[in-house]
């Protein structure tokens, strides 16, 4: 094959990709392919391309973005029910730590949440739940509106959570409290682990429960997050208890 510099223009590639040329010039540009290691490769790059985006575009398809806040990157995934992820740390389990999360692991954490439906890189998708952190990190926000979608845990895990996020800005509940309203005043304790398996932290806001004493509790990832966020939130007076 040549390397000499072609004058075919992209769009005739792209034409041919599609299938929208004629018979005849279809023909024509087979055979400079075959002699143009340049439109060759080009034409291979679109053809895979073309055949991607029916994964792309498919409504089942978990779609991911990642962007910068205050705690580090952050990545979200949502599904076509709502925002089903958001994660800026993960845990190692050989060293029992946690260190920042990597788009690799992420994209297996969701294709192990989500079996069997593509992952998909979309930053559009996720334009507006990276503009409602934006605002809430910048504190011009107080509410997410964002819909979000609890599939991936238990039915327990899920009234927990959605009775949390039922917590409004600024506001704490001790954990005995949110077992009462979901009608399980004697499961404090599986109410904290519950809050643990969290997938969409902040906003689903399970920084707002704390212990009994007004001490903070745990956090997934550290206390230092669920400190920051209720500072955020102006609640500056439980950080000494905590």
């Known amino acids: ?39 060759c490769e080009q034409a291979a790059e679109l053809t895979a391309l073309r055949g991607a985006l029916p994964v792309c575009c498919a409504t089942a398809a978990v779609r991911w973005h990642s962007f910068p806040t205050p705690f580090g990157t952050m990545f979200v995934a949502r599904t076509d029910r709502g925002l089903a992820r958001l994660s800026w740390q ?68 899920r009234r927990v959570l959605e009775s949390a996020r039922a917590i409004p800005f600024g506001e704490v509940i001790p954990y005995t409290e949110l077992a009462r309203r ?26 707002r429960v704390v212990r009994r004493d007004g001490s903070l509790g745990g956090y997934t990832g550290g206390v230092q997050y669920k400190k920051q966020l209720l500072t955020l939130e102006g609640r500056d007076d439980l950080l000494r208890a905590g």
């Open 90 to 157: 993960k845990r190692d389990a050989q060293q029992g730590s946690w260190r920042a999360q990597r788009p690799d692991d992420f994209v297996a954490e969701m294709e192990e949440r989500f079996p069997g439906q593509p992952v998909v890189q979309d930053a559009d998708a996720l334009a507006d739940v990276e503009r409602e952190l934006e605002e809430y990190f910048a504190g011009a926000r107080s509410r997410f509106d964002i819909p979000v979608d609890l599939s991936s845990v238990s039915e327990f895990e």
């Open 182 to 207: 979901i009608s399980k005043p004697g499961a404090a304790r599986a109410v904290g682990n519950a809050l643990g398996h969290n997938p969409v932290a902040i906003v689903v806001p399970c920084h």
């Open 1 to 39: 094959m040549t390397r000499t510099p072609c004058t075919v223009p992209e769009d005739r590639i792209i034409a041919y990709v599609a299938g929208d040329l004629t018979d005849g010039e279809e023909l024509t540009l087979a055979e400079h392919l075959g002699t143009c290691e340049e439109c």
